[in-house]
């Protein structure tokens, strides 16, 4: 019930393109969904988060969708380029309290010129 | 640089030794969170502290201990090392006890065990 499963391990795009990563969880008490980016040699920095009273979030070029009945989400790279190359991290918890971040295993994204 | 200052950067020790890890958080966060992230595990939370009491714990090994100090700078500790602890290991601070304060980490301590 604790565990939150991600999908691809690795993704190659090509630029401009978009970058799809998705998530699962099992736990319905969960109630904020954050995603990370790490870059190689630093730790995971928050990218964008959600709550499960909405089903998308937008900010610039990332967006995450948010489905409560499927138990899913996902984040979504628009115009994808060569920076967002980095590993990405779907993390669930309910959100108060001494609660901890539950991982994804990660997505290690490439994008190619 | 994220504010949490985690050191040392890396570490090389031998099975059955015992070392200390060391993060400061960022400046007013009361939490500390340890995680180890390992190739085929992903980020796996060890442990949770806030404003130097103990809150919550992972699958964090009886080798392993840690604590925050009066001055929240916390210490993860790690003895009889075997081959199978060598990882990064993250500390994490945000400025209240719930993830919903958003997680910062720091970049990490490398530690291999020879």
């Known amino acids: 019930q604790q565990q939150v499963k991600q999908s691809p391990q690795s993704l190659i795009v090509q630029k401009g393109g978009i970058s799809i990563i998705n998530c699962a969880y099992e736990n319905t008490a969960f109630d904020y969904f954050p995603w990370y980016q790490q870059f190689p040699g630093k730790g995971p920095a928050l990218l964008i988060a959600?709550?499960?009273?909405?089903s998308e979030k937008k900010e610039g070029r990332f967006t995450i969708s948010f489905n409560k009945s499927a138990k899913q989400f996902s984040l979504h790279i628009m115009d994808s380029q060569p920076g967002d190359s980095a590993t990405y991290f779907c993390a669930a918890s309910r959100g108060g309290g001494y609660n901890k971040l539950i991982f994804g295993a990660g997505t290690r994204l490439a994008v190619h010129p | 640089d994220s504010g949490v200052t985690q050191t040392p950067k890396h570490l090389i020790t031998a099975t059955g030794q015992r070392v200390t890890l060391r993060c400061s958080p960022r400046?007013?966060?009361?939490?500390v969170y340890w995680y180890q992230q390992s190739l085929d595990q992903g980020l796996q939370f060890l442990i949770q502290y806030y404003n130097g009491e103990e809150r919550a714990k992972g699958n964090i090994l009886e080798r392993f201990s840690a604590q925050q100090f009066p001055d929240l700078h916390s210490e993860l500790n790690l003895s009889s090392l075997e081959l199978g602890d060598s990882a990064l290991y993250f500390c994490?601070?945000?400025?209240?006890?719930?993830?919903?304060?958003?997680?910062?980490f720091g970049s990490g301590t490398r530690l291999t065990v020879v």
């Open positions: 994490a601070s945000s400025p209240r006890a719930g993830p919903n304060y958003g997680y910062t």
């Open positions: 400046s007013g966060d009361l939490s």
């Open positions: 959600i709550r499960p009273d909405v």
